[in-house]
């Protein structure tokens, strides 16, 4: 049997929902069945006053960014080390992304870079809370407030995470959340936008089900997306929202069993940190060897690969995207930091039916191949 980092749970009652969706043909992303309830809930994982569902985190990141309505050309703030989900609707929206480099304690976007590199050319900031780690939120939004930026947050691993007791999701004008098989919550494929914006929020829904008329549905009030979420998502949402705080419990359990284990081993790891300021819900253990060569990282995945034990590799920063910037012409001002953390890094299984031993069998191999490099 292979460990895998991570594994889509489904309760039983999800069998019901999903079946009461097929049975009642409540299928579309128009239902009342259980959409209205999935966003009614939902806010209360984002603390904002209002949630619109979509279909993926990608989406979600497209919709916020649209709703801004920025001139083509306008620059973007991005943190450098995501998945590049968070940069592409930046691009192909005909904006111009400039990433910004991470602060190598948490791999979260460096307020003093960003202080470095904004003007008033800027139209915008995306900032992410990577492996359910929330970003250094205080001064991230005063030097937006300074610059008089909106800033749009890159949820997509961290449902539930906490900066300073306040959710993630409300700090900016917008929160996107994912909803893929393996995140905090996964309904196969799905996303959300949290606002507290009233009027954001309706150009977010406009936009999402293709700018329909109010009055008449097919003369438009602008050109939309189709990025609605189905009624069968939704259906597969509520349990997952329902359990979220045990999930989260379940993996910081796991992150504090490895925490203990690798620790002993400080010559050959750079931990996780913890930091009293915020709650990392722990989207998945992230780590760096303190070999910072790609080789070793590379080699130590395929060897526990072998002992069917799943690794993945860290993000590849924006500036490292070679064929991407090629196709936009574009290169991007070099992030030291989050090319280190792309070569070092790597992430360990945490899926919450991991068990006591499996712990102890996955740090047992990784500290045995680790030290067999050197
Ligand atoms: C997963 C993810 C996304 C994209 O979400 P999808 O639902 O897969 O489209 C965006 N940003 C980050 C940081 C992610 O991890």
Known sequence: MKIQVSSPIVYP?????????????EMSGYSKQYLPKFEAEFREV??????????????????????????????????????MATFFPVLQLGLVPVPVDIELKNYNMSHLDLEKILDSSFGAIIVVHIFGNPAQMDHIMKIADRFNLPVIE??????????????????????CFSFYANKLIGMGEGGAISTNDENFNSKVNDLRSLGFGKINKFLHDSDGYNFRMTNIQAALGLSQIAKLNL??????????????????????FKLPTIAKDRENVVWMYHLALICGHSKCRDHVINEMG????????GFIPYSDQGKVLLKFKTNARITPNASKAGASTFYLPTGTKLKKHQIKLITNSLVGIVESLH
């Open 154 to 175: 890159d949820c997509a691993e961290a449902h539930g995470a906490q900066f300073q007791g306040k959710s993630v999701g409300s700090f900016g004008i917008a929160g």
């Open 306 to 313: 072998k002992k069917r034990i799943e690794l993945r590799p």
């Open 247 to 268: 999930v989260i419990q379940k993996k910081k359990d796991i992150a504090l069993a490895y925490n203990k284990i690798l620790e002993q081993n400080s010559a050959l």
């Open 46 to 83: 984002s603390g904002t006053k209002f949630v619109s569902a979509v279909n993926s985190g990608t989406s979600a990141i497209y919709l916020a960014l649209a709703a801004l309505n920025l001139p083509k050309g306008t620059k973007v703030a991005v943190s450098s080390y995501t998945n």
């Open 13 to 25: 009652i999800d069998f019901l929902r999903v079946g009461r969706a097929l049975l009642t043909r």
